[in-house]
């Protein structure tokens, strides 16, 4: 069965039928229908956005699909710009599309190997640059919750900071780490206060954008 995922569309019945004519379905009976797809309308767009892409993905996810298609709704009806509505989507789809499998020998769910968003072709050009910046706010958020969900015994201080500024230089960021010794030195009194507790010596890093 392959699920076609659309936002809540607020009583635009016109809007509704076309795009279901586009992703193939035909109406007969006064029901449109397609042979081996299956419909699905997930909540209020207008405040959901990130959650709908989100929920379609874990639901595709959850189904074992290898590949997610989400119609993307029309932004004038639903009082929205286009490229906000857009990034919403991809923001929601990328985030839900990643799960912590660090410490799992057979994981138990894999993530989706593609996800599409279905936009007429002029919208596919104009924003086309627009993924790439989704992406990238996206890896970030992801790496800080990969490295949040890491148990602090397998990133002390030291293992931290290389992490920190391998993924900084890797962005074009000039980093520096400094050590235990230096912050004695330059008495970052509080930070070495923090640490008295622990085996492992404080790092501090500095990242210059």
Same mark, same amino acid.
């Given at each position: 069965?392959?699920?076609?995922?659309?936002?809540?569309?607020?009583?635009?019945?016109?809007?509704?039928?076309?795009?279901?004519?586009?992703?193939?379905?035909?109406?007969?009976?006064?029901?449109?229908?397609?042979?081996?797809?299956?419909?699905?309308?997930?909540?209020?767009?207008?405040?959901?956005?990130?959650?709908?892409?989100?929920?379609?993905?874990?639901?595709?996810?959850?189904? %074992?699909?290898?590949?997610?298609?989400?119609?993307?709704?029309?932004?004038?009806?639903?009082?929205?710009?286009?490229?906000?509505?857009?990034?919403?989507?991809? %923001?929601?789809?990328?985030?839900?599309?990643?799960?912590?499998?660090?410490?799992?020998?057979?994981?138990?769910?894999?993530?989706?190997?593609?996800?599409?968003?279905?936009?007429?072709?002029?919208?596919?050009?104009?924003?086309?640059?627009?993924?790439?910046?989704?992406?990238?706010?996206?890896?970030?958020?992801?790496?800080?919750?990969?490295?949040?969900?890491?148990?602090?015994?397998?990133?002390?201080?030291?293992?931290?900071?290389?992490?920190?500024?391998?993924?900084?230089?890797?962005?074009?960021?000039?980093?520096?780490?400094?050590? %235990?010794?230096?912050?004695?030195?330059?008495?970052?009194?509080?930070?070495?206060?923090?640490? !008295?507790?622990?085996?492992?010596?404080?790092?501090? !890093? %500095?990242?210059?954008?």
């Amino acid at each position: 069965m392959n699920y076609d995922i659309i936002g809540d569309i607020h009583g635009y019945s016109q809007a509704l039928e076309a795009l279901l004519v586009r992703l193939g379905y035909r109406k007969a009976g006064g029901v449109y229908g397609r042979d081996g797809h299956l419909a699905v309308f997930l909540g209020d767009f207008v405040d959901r956005m990130r959650i709908f892409a989100g929920q379609a993905v874990k639901a595709a996810i959850k189904s %074992e699909l290898k590949r997610l298609v989400i119609a993307v709704p029309e932004a004038k009806p639903l009082g929205l710009p286009l490229n906000t509505l857009l990034a919403a989507i991809m %923001e929601g789809a990328i985030l839900a599309n990643h799960a912590f499998n660090r410490y799992k020998e057979k994981p138990k769910t894999k993530p989706l190997q593609r996800v599409l968003l279905l936009v007429p072709s002029q919208t596919a050009r104009r924003y086309k640059s627009l993924i790439n910046t989704v992406e990238a706010v996206c890896r970030g958020t992801l790496q800080a919750r990969d490295w949040t969900s890491t148990p602090s015994n397998d990133k002390v201080p030291a293992q931290f900071a290389r992490a920190i500024a391998a993924a900084a230089r890797k962005s074009g960021l000039k980093t520096r780490v400094m050590n %235990e010794a230096f912050l004695k030195k330059s008495k970052f009194g509080a930070l070495l206060a923090v640490s !008295v507790g622990s085996k492992n010596g404080p790092r501090l !890093v %500095e990242l210059d954008y």
